[in-house]
């Protein structure tokens, strides 16, 4: 049976059904399965399955993403659980991300924030017009590896430069990487403003952000 | 016979406007920012002040389209180049607010500069099919808080022919008064004549951007036309079917007219879009698409059966470079408004998404748009097309070459003649250096930039735009 759960939970992830992953991880606690290993060996190899199905060319984004969002649905109900016995998940790394003071725009932001959990890092997202000190703040509280600023425009693009220097103020750099990006974001960039890392889009910005936990 | 295609028949577009209405009624739009929330509270929108969305009924459009004005004249610092909306045949903007720009000179792809704007209006400036121009690339040497003041002024001062371009918060609002106050002469000379004028894009789907609408609104007692350009991505920020995301499109392009008109009744707007679709591997934006031009085509409709001027996006590519690639996309998405029956489609001169400036892509864009107006101009089948009697005349075997006829249809516009596609035979060619249309049109960026400034601005109020933006960038600092 445990079996035979584990297989319908990996499964659950490739076929992008939050609802069922869900239901699954609420049974798996009824059965007394730990949450870590219904974590470990049936939800993160159908995440696994999925990503190299994605770098194939078999599988797109919007499939990528609904896997995500069913991990995210089953660590949901099994996370407070582990919580109990002081049990963690390992993640591939913690990352902040938002997009910078004086910008709405969303969409970026949030498919590199889907494609990091995707990709099993813990992502704690700030949403848009997002304040330096927020960033800070978050990154204090999580132990953040990584804070990810976006920007969609040349205007509002210097707050990236502001949010590294807010880090830096706060005592938590080098040790917390920056990674930045957005539509007039260039590596050089970048350079200029002393990131650590740019992703030209969500795919490229999960390879930088291994690259940043030395994953 | 003019080729017109409505690409939505009559029974979809009141279904498209139904869905619009549900969408505003139901699912509501989300106002940031803190004119427009009390605005539409007064007048019957639900509001939640927590959300920020407002609930805006069917009757509120209504209204909002009733007092919208069916047509106005795009005025002009020069008045030679004023134009009446609607005016029966397409004509073109610039394109606008690329972050980047390919140096014409050494080819590296930069941020764009103030002196790009300057340079890429002054070859817009001698394209016939330009009415409106738009800052084409930012003004990256600017400071970001004045940025768009700048390059609304660099604009201005390079193309004496109508301007459009934007501005982000309240506190830059009097400045761009006074700067349009310099240009034109008096408020009430900015009033009349509607010589520049905002675009405005809600941020999909389904918002908008606070201070940016805020700002706009307190430029109604200007009453600066709006162009109003929703932009969601069908599979990213729209819904994943054409028919959804023109429904959402044209959903926020109602809100907005809504909200301009409980405003500033009268007030001047014009229906846009620039939708795109969305990247499935990637998650990018794509506006390069069949299905862009087909939903730039659509939402035209939508905007002309709501008796407004319209227009949309078109010419749009993702090509990389200048090319093949970026001259079948951009055909691919010009013909479609265009023969929707857009009054204007913009625009000319970027590839990359509207992401890179070059300056020889406004003249191949120019090129493409003059060969789908003549697609669109289609057979003139008035009586003295027959031509029998030349038929008689030359009879089985012979040519028409010498014929009066063909003398008159050398220089009629029955027959179009391109301006930069070379059409010399193999050799001849070969002898000429081989010219594309692409090293065509650069050669004549060249001249264009070699010579004498056109209509420029008098001295004095070149000198007092400077003052303007001198006390922006102290004051807003």
């Known amino acids: 049976m445990s079996q035979e759960l584990i297989a319908a939970m990996r499964q659950s992830v490739v076929d992008g059904d939050p609802d069922r992953a869900a239901e699954l991880a609420v049974q798996a606690l009824a059965e007394g399965m730990d949450p870590l290993v219904a974590i470990e060996e049936g939800y993160v190899p159908g995440l696994r399955d999925v990503g190299e199905q994605f770098s194939c060319g078999e599988m797109y984004l919007p499939e990528m993403m609904l896997a995500a969002r069913a991990m995210q649905k089953a660590v949901a109900v099994l996370e407070p659980e582990m919580a109990k016995t002081a049990q963690q998940r390992q993640v591939t790394g913690r990352v902040v991300i938002g997009t910078v003071k004086g910008d709405i725009h969303e969409i970026g932001k949030s498919l590199v924030a889907m494609m990091l959990s995707a990709d099993g890092f813990e992502v704690h997202d700030l949403g848009v017009d997002v304040a330096p000190e927020r960033f800070v703040a978050k990154a204090q509280e999580v132990g953040a590896d990584i804070v990810a ?5 040349t205007t509002t693009m210097t707050g990236q430069r502001t949010v590294i220097d807010a880090l830096a103020d706060a005592g938590l750099r080098p040790g917390v990487k920056v990674l930045v990006g957005g539509a007039p974001v260039t590596r050089a960039w970048a350079d200029q403003i002393g990131a650590d890392g740019y992703g030209e889009d969500a795919v490229g910005a999960v390879r930088v952000a291994r690259g940043l936990v030395g994953a | 016979m003019r080729f017109e295609h409505p690409f939505l028949a009559e029974d979809d577009r009141l279904r498209i406007h139904r869905e619009s209405l549900r969408i505003l009624a139901e699912v509501g739009v989300r106002f940031l920012g803190q004119r427009a929330l009390p605005i539409l509270e007064r007048h019957g929108a639900r509001v939640d002040r927590e959300t920020g969305i407002a609930r805006i009924p069917g009757e509120l459009v209504d209204v ?63 394209v016939d099919l330009g009415v409106m121009a738009w800052a084409p690339t930012c003004a990256s040497d600017a400071p970001s808080q004045t940025r768009p003041l700048h390059e609304f002024v660099a604009m201005a001062a390079a193309c004496s022919k109508h301007g459009q ?105 014009i229906y846009s879009s620039a939708t795109g679709t ?67 489609v913009i625009g000319f001169g970027e590839i990359e998404g509207d992401q890179n400036l070059v300056l020889e892509q406004i003249l191949v864009d120019a090129e493409i748009a003059r060969a789908c107006g003549r697609l669109v101009d289609g057979v003139d089948v008035a009586p003295d097309r027959e031509l029998f009697d030349d038929i008689v005349e030359v009879g089985p075997g012979g040519n028409f070459l010498a014929q009066r006829s063909t003398r008159i249809a050398a220089r009629s516009s029955e027959f179009l003649v391109p301006s930069l596609s070379p059409r010399a035979a193999h050799e001849a060619w070969m002898e000429l250096g081989r010219p594309s249309i692409y090293s065509n049109a650069r050669e004549r960026v060249s001249a264009i930039l070699a010579g004498p400034f056109a209509d420029p601005l008098p001295d004095a109020t070149a000198g007092e735009l400077e003052r303007i933006l001198a006390a922006a960038d102290r004051e807003l600092a």
């Open chain 2, 278 to 344: 969305v990247d499935f591997r990637t998650g990018g934006y794509l506006g390069g698409t069949p299905e862009m031009g087909i939903m730039s085509a659509a939402l035209t409709t939508m905007g002309r059966s709501y008796g407004l001027p319209s227009s949309s996006a078109g010419c749009t590519s993702d090509a990389r470079e200048p090319g093949a690639q970026a001259v079948f996309e951009k055909l691919v998405t010009t013909l479609p408004p265009v023969a929707a029956g857009a009054d204007i």
């Open chain 1, 149 to 153: 600023v976006s920007a969609l425009l």
């Open chain 2, 165 to 269: 371009h934007e501005i982000y918060r309240v506190d830059q609002v009097p400045y761009l008064e006074a700067a349009l106050v310099a240009i034109m002469g008096t408020e009430a000379d900015v009033r009349a004549r509607h010589a520049y004028s905002l675009i405005y894009c809600p941020v999909a789907p389904l918002t908008h951007d606070g201070e940016m609408l805020d700002a706009y609104l307190d430029l109604g007692r200007l009453d600066l036309p709006v162009m109003i350009m929703p932009m969601p991505v069908a599979g990213s920020t729209g819904p994943a079917s054409l028919f959804a995301n023109i429904a959402v499109a044209n959903a926020e392009a109602l809100s907005s007219i809504v909200v301009f008109q409980l405003a500033h009744p009268g007030r001047p707007l």
């Open chain 2, 64 to 126: 909002a389209l009733r007092t919208a004005p069916s047509s106005f004249v795009l005025g002009a610092r020069n008045p030679a180049f004023d134009h009446p909306l609607p005016s029966g045949v397409t004509s073109y903007a610039i394109d606008g607010t690329a972050s980047f720009m390919t140096d014409f000179e050494t080819g590296e792809r930069r941020y764009g500069v103030k002196r790009d704007i300057e340079d890429a209006l002054r070859v817009f400036q001698q």
